[in-house]
């Protein structure tokens, strides 16, 4: 499991701090590293992930 801090909030203590799985585990799953709470699946954090991905490109050159 990776520890990382993610633009998301846990639902139970607000944490940011998830424990994601890696691609050779079979639990796809995100829990928060705070309290363990179930946050979501691997298919959410992709559409997570990708989202930042845009979100932090540094092409703010326009203005
Ligand atoms: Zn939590």
Avoid: W, Y
Wanted: proline share 3%; with cysteine; hydrophobic share 35%.
């Amino acid at each position: 499991m990776l520890k990382v801090t993610l633009e998301l909030r846990c639902n139970v203590c607000n944490g940011e701090r998830f424990m994601l799985p890696t691609l050779e585990e079979t639990d796809q799953t995100i829990r928060c590293a705070e309290c363990g709470a179930f946050k979501c699946h691997g298919d959410d954090l992709e559409r997570v992930l990708a989202r930042d991905s845009v979100t932090q490109r540094p092409a703010r050159l326009a203005s």
